[in-house]
T-cell receptor, first 112, second 117 residues
Framework: QKEVEQNSGPLSVPEGAIASLNCTYSDRGSQSFFWYRQYSGKSPELIMSIYSNGDKEDGRFTAQLNKASQYVSLLIRDSQPSDSATYLC????????????FGQGTTLQVKP | DTEVTQTPKHLVMGMTNKKSLKCEQHMGHRAMYWYKQKAKKPPELMFVYSYEKLSINESVPSRFSPECPNSSLLNLHLHALQPEDSALYLCASSQSLGPGGYYNEQFFGPGTRLTVL
């Protein structure tokens, strides 16, 4: 069974701090990785995609991928209370099936 | 703003009713998906359509019947549902099923909150 694992949290950080969310995956052939943000009662929103080793930055968000360690992370700089949500890590796996393998999600709480 | 729309936003139905959920995407994507999401769980894939053909059925009970009338539209027909089918039903779309990278980025609609009495 191909898996994506995340710490469910909650992860609590003070406003203005860096929030670090982590994810590991078991399918070594996985190609693409995604971070979704989901507010309570809403649908998942794609916030970052990463396909190659290294860092990818978009505004306050940085995604990091290390395929050798099978590890993906999301850093949120200058965290705001509006960042409080559940963050879902997903992998596309190694086949072109369209299936996303989701982690269980990490709940982030940013305290003013 | 999401470019995947879903109707209705909320639906309450009895176990003997027949209803349909509708999804439309305006991004020219050729792959569309139905997911079911229970509270505090990740989305669970139900069906995948690629170029209007059913590509994946994740062993979903036959009381859920998908339909893809054209490349922009996706329906989910519901019949004789059970209370445990109450959930948030999400539609998503992506460029295609491959060859990886941004082609696989899936964009979700706002969902339909379904309650089965």
């Amino acid at each position: 069974q191909k898996e994506v694992e995340q710490n469910s949290g909650p992860l609590s950080v003070p406003e203005g701090a860096i929030a670090s969310l982590n994810c590991t995956y078991s399918d070594r052939g996985s190609q693409s990785f995604f971070w979704y943000r989901q507010y309570s009662g809403k649908s998942p929103e794609l916030i970052m995609s990463i396909y190659s080793n290294g860092d990818k930055e978009d505004g306050r968000f940085t995604a990091q991928l290390n395929k050798a360690s099978q590890y993906v992370s999301l850093l949120i700089r200058d965290s705001q209370p509006s960042d409080s949500a559940t963050y879902l890590c997903a992998s596309s796996g190694s086949g072109n099936t369209g299936k996303l393998i989701f982690g269980q999600g990490t709940t982030l709480q940013v305290k003013p | 703003d999401t470019e995947v729309t879903q109707t209705p936003k909320h639906l309450v139905m009895g176990m003997t009713n027949k209803k349909s959920l509708k999804c439309e995407q305006h991004m020219g994507h050729r792959a569309m998906y139905w997911y079911k999401q229970k509270a505090k769980k990740p989305p669970e894939l139900m069906f995948v359509y690629s170029y209007e053909k059913l590509s994946i059925n994740e062993s979903v009970p036959s009381r859920f019947s998908p339909e893809c009338p054209n490349s922009s539209l996706l329906n989910l027909h519901l019949h004789a549902l059970q209370p445990e089918d109450s959930a948030l039903y999400l539609c998503a779309s992506s460029q295609s099923l491959g060859p990886g990278g941004y082609y696989n980025e899936q964009f979700f609609g706002p969902g339909t909150r379904l309650t089965v009495l």
